[in-house]
């Protein structure tokens, strides 16, 4: 076992060393420490370095002692590959590195206290920490903008054996498998060898929603689809090139609201079944054959295919196989990263250590389910059936930001959700809506919030309240709290779950023949409540469904509504109202100018899907 860093926290310098106990010590000779033509041979060729391994005395000024943090996964591979001195002129000291915490030490963040000093060389499990660690000034200052692929393993969808024989099953599109890029920086293809149909993302999105939205009609809200996990994608390197993915899926999906939908529900689904690293995941997987997405344990999950093969090795009563997407995520690529403020001696030692890793190493790796850079399998992935032993084109880091883009969605979706849902009862709701079979907007309202439910996990919390104002000027608006903010799972003292209840209450809804719109009056007390009770742990919403027009009967203007929720708000308290209109009657000018002031919108829905993406649209902002 590779030792950890000693645990004294401090700030990076530019050109620190790693002052750490000697943790492993390796001697690596890679020819001479003298520049020319020798040195630009063994820089841009792995063969010419490694061919001056055998030549003791081509560094007479002795060693250069070369600092070296690399992955977890890596360094357990490294450390036996280094420690018995295969070559003389660089002495290695080895330690094994969250690629997280070194991402955030390195950009001047400094999250982890075991970190003490930048190290000479870096081997993160994928560039994607390189972009992260480079999102500060302090970290460009650092860290160079690539590395140099030492191994590689692509990020697949792992899943137990007999889910993923149905997930393949439901895949089928027709088209035959293939290896190498798709356009949009994917492998493509299916599954394991032989097998033909092609797998998605998408699909496994949809597969999700669908169920999701299955269970909870049937009434088990927060409780829907597949199992689909993840390790904290802040600091797995697959689970984050699957966010990334997800989050690229979810920008183009602006004129498809029902794929929105499935992607945005299937985030946090995933967040709600996150595991703080992928071992502890692991143990989550079902010890029985699960027959079904949904079964018994976790359904599917991020991984690399290096960590299917390590699974399968142990010979698990169930084992993994891996699903290959077809519009892909970034592969890991172990980039060796020279940081930045390196002497002389010291470039050239990493060089060198490059040149071994990437040469007379690569057999050892392979044999531990590691690809080579260019995407070779080893026989090792070969033997697995659940793993497709043939050549896979890697799938790069654009090195474009979306690491942190998809981070900052992944901290959004990954806080749990505290939301009022503020329903107009009132005459008007009972209007069909042209192109849904009849439904009133009352009972678009009500399927949308029920389809939107199975969704959100069981700590989620939600209320409902429902408004309308008497036909007669001066109605008082008449505001009905029918269920408090509590979470879905928590048992109600009538019995079942509150999600149960809640679903049970939207399923209950009516309009109230004759009655009048009282929109303002709702709207703001809805806000004083959820700033009343404001969870600084969840992102806290009102949203409010109505035709959109209020009757002129409530006790307020629309510019008292606006200065009576400034007077409500607080800026360390954020609690936004977003309005979902339905109707022809809608001023989403007017009603946007009321909700901006909370940091809300207003939106016009007309059918299902746009509705309920409006509601899951709510939780993507604190």
Known sequence: MVPRHSHRASRPGRGGRVSMPILLTVVLVLGGVGGG?????????????????????????????????????????????????????????????????????????????????????????????????????????????????????????????????????????????????????????????????????????????????????????????????????????????????LDRMLEQAVDDPQLKVGITGFVKGMANNMAPSLPELLTKLPQTAATAPGGAGVAAFPASEQKVWQYNSTKPKVPLAALYPSDGSASLDYPLTVLNGADNAHAMAADRLRGYLQTTAQDALRRHGFRSPDGAASTVLAADPELRGTLLQPVRNAGDGSAAHALALWDTLNKQTRMLAVVDVSGSMAQTVPGTGGQTRLQLTAGACEKAMALFGSRTAMGLWTFTTARSAPGATQITPLLPIAELGAADPAGGTHGEHLIAAYGALTDQPGSRNGLYDALLAAYQEVVKGWDPARVNTVVVFTDGKDDNLNSMSSEDLVGRLKAAGDPAKPVRVFVVALGADVDLTLLNKITAVTGGAAVHFGDLGQMTAAILGSTTTR
């Open 37 to 245: 033509a020798g040195w630009y041979a063994m820089r841009h060729r792995p063969d010419a370095a490694a061919a001056a391994v055998s030549d003791p005395a081509s560094c007479p000024a002795g060693p250069t002692t070369l600092s070296v943090a690399a992955a977890p996964d890596l360094a357990g591979v490294l450390a036996p590959l280094l420690a018995p001195d295969p070559v003389p002129c660089v002495r290695a000291v080895l330690s094994q590195t969250d690629s997280a915490d070194m991402a955030h030490f390195l950009a001047g963040t400094a999250k982890a206290p075991d970190l003490t000093a930048k190290p000479d060389v870096w081997i993160p499990d994928s560039s994607l920490w390189l972009d992260l660690a480079r999102a500060t000034d302090w970290g460009q200052a650092s860290v160079p903008r690539t590395g140099s692929p030492v191994a590689d393993s692509p990020t697949v969808v792992a899943a137990p054996k007999p889910v993923a024989d149905l997930l393949r099953g439901g895949g089928t599109t027709g088209s035959t498998e293939s290896t190498g890029a798709t356009g949009s920086g994917g492998t493509t293809g299916g599954s394991g060898p032989g097998q033909a149909p092609t797998f998605s993302w998408e699909q496994l999105v949809k597969l999700a929603l669908s169920q999701a939205q299955a269970q909870g009609s049937a009434g088990a809200a927060g409780q829907g689809g597949p199992l689909v996990a993840v390790a904290d994608p802040a600091h797995d390197g697959s689970g984050l090139a699957a966010v990334i993915v």
